[in-house]
Nanobody, 121 residues
Framework: QVQLVESGGGLVQAGGSLRLSCAAS????????MAWYRQVPGKQRELVAR???????NYADSVKGRFTISRDNAKNTVYLQMNSLKPEDRAVYYC???????????????WGQGTQVTVSS
């Protein structure tokens, strides 16, 4: 099977930076889109950024110009570089990937375990 493992969360002051990583492993045939979502208690999970297998990116308006999503296809890893962090960026961040599993001909979505990002003012 497939699993996504996240790392890089933590506590930073407003204006600081963090870099999140998410590595996929297991019976992977190929990976389509990869993305980062975030969620705060009582609110819906929201899409932060996504990147296609070819490197095309999309960002939520709230993070444009501050966050950068990238991927290393050789490592099956997606990154989220977060700069100029604001208190409103505080959330649990989840990585997501659409993956073609070995011996399956239809892609499936997989989620990371989540990593806490806290921004102090």
């Amino acid at each position: 099977q497939v699993q996504l493992v996240e790392s890089g969360g933590g506590l930073v002051q407003a204006g600081g930076s963090l870099r999140l990583s998410c590595a996929a492993s297991g019976r992977i045939f190929s990976i389509n889109d990869m993305a980062w979502y975030r969620q705060v208690p009582g609110k819906q999970r929201e899409l932060v950024a996504r990147i296609s297998s070819g490197g095309r990116t999309n960002y939520a308006d709230s993070v444009k110009g501050r966050f950068t999503i990238s991927r290393d296809n050789a490592k099956n890893t997606v990154y989220l570089q977060m700069n100029s962090l604001k208190p409103e960026d505080r959330a649990v961040y989840y990585c997501n990937a659409e993956i073609r599993v070995v011996d399956a001909n239809w892609p499936a979505n997989f989620w990371g375990q989540g990593t806490q990002v806290t921004v102090s003012s």
